[in-house]
């Protein structure tokens, strides 16, 4: 793109540097907030994870009796006593982002026959909620990660714009229009003398005659 050389667009290539490095470390701290975030977010899912996997393990051994006993058949399976009424969030604003937060999961009341169930039954469909409580835990997570990796991208994107493109460019605009401008007042200068010069040459002239 050619550019005016010209006192007033040296003014505005100035102007525009000042902006562009007045933004650049405020864009480069909402990219390391970002980061951060999203490595915390990415972390908190590996210890839901492993707490997940703990809560199926100790409920291994419920399983296992339950799937021994043949008076229960597909529809009387404990898991269908488990049913998520709702999955409650909130919202936070991170780095100027609005992302999801995991308040609470609501089940629905069921009522089951204590005669057919087995005493641990209670146990077990804690068990399995905290199970289902995990697995919403990480899908709001996974959706807050999401939309912070967007804007992390978009935040890149510009960091990268101002540090290789647009800083360098109103630099080397600057620098352009400065010694073009630089090289016009000489030229002013050195016409001025010769002029000057001419002039008295003149004078000169005019007396001996």
Same mark, same amino acid.
């Not at 003014?11 to 909402?30: G, H, V, W």
């Not at 915390?40 to 199926?56: F, L, T, V």
């Not at 967007?150 to 890149?156: A, K």
């Given at each position: 793109?050619?550019?005016?050389?010209?006192?007033?667009?040296?003014?505005?290539?100035?102007?525009?540097?000042?902006?562009?490095?007045?933004?650049?470390?405020?864009?480069?701290?909402?990219?390391?907030?970002?980061?951060?975030?999203?490595?915390?977010?990415?972390?908190?899912?590996?210890?839901?994870?492993?707490?997940?996997?703990?809560?199926?393990?100790?409920?291994?051994?419920?399983?296992?009796?339950?799937?021994?006993?043949?008076?229960?058949?597909?529809? *009387?399976?404990?898991? +269908?006593?488990? @049913? %998520?009424?709702?999955?409650?969030?909130?919202? !936070?604003?991170? /780095?100027? #982002?609005?992302?999801?937060?995991?308040?609470?999961?609501?089940?629905?009341?069921?009522?089951?026959?204590?005669?057919?169930?087995?005493?641990?039954?209670?146990?077990?469909?804690?068990?399995?909620?905290?199970?289902?409580?995990?697995?919403?835990?990480?899908?709001?997570?996974?959706?807050?990660?999401?939309?912070?990796?967007?804007?992390?991208?978009?935040?890149?994107?510009?960091?990268?714009?101002?540090?290789?493109?647009?800083?360098? *460019?109103?630099?080397? +605009?600057?620098? @352009? %229009?400065?010694?073009?401008?630089?090289?016009? !007042?000489?030229? /002013?200068? #050195?016409?001025?003398?010769?002029?000057?010069?001419?002039?008295?040459?003149?004078?000169?002239?005019?007396?001996?005659?």
């Amino acid at each position: 793109m050619r550019i005016k050389l010209t006192k007033n667009e040296l003014k505005k290539q100035k102007d525009s540097l000042k902006q562009f490095e007045r933004y650049l470390p405020t864009l480069a701290m909402k990219k390391q907030q970002l980061q951060i975030v999203i490595f915390d977010a990415y972390k908190e899912i590996e210890e839901i994870r492993k707490a997940q996997k703990k809560a199926k393990d100790s409920l291994s051994s419920w399983i296992a009796v339950y799937a021994s006993n043949r008076l229960l058949n597909d529809d *009387e399976s404990i898991i +269908n006593l488990v @049913k %998520i009424k709702e999955i409650k969030k909130t919202h !936070s604003n991170v /780095a100027g #982002v609005v992302v999801p937060i995991f308040s609470s999961l609501e089940f629905e009341s069921l009522r089951y026959d204590l005669d057919i169930y087995p005493l641990w039954v209670d146990s077990a469909l804690e068990a399995l909620k905290n199970i289902a409580k995990y697995t919403a835990m990480v899908k709001t997570l996974e959706e807050e990660i999401a939309l912070l990796e967007t804007e992390l991208r978009i935040t890149s994107q510009r960091v990268n714009l101002f540090e290789k493109v647009k800083i360098p *460019e109103a630099k080397d +605009n600057i620098k @352009k %229009i400065n010694i073009y401008l630089q090289d016009q !007042s000489t030229q /002013a200068v #050195v016409r001025g003398k010769i002029a000057k010069k001419k002039k008295g040459g003149k004078s000169y002239d005019s007396e001996d005659a």
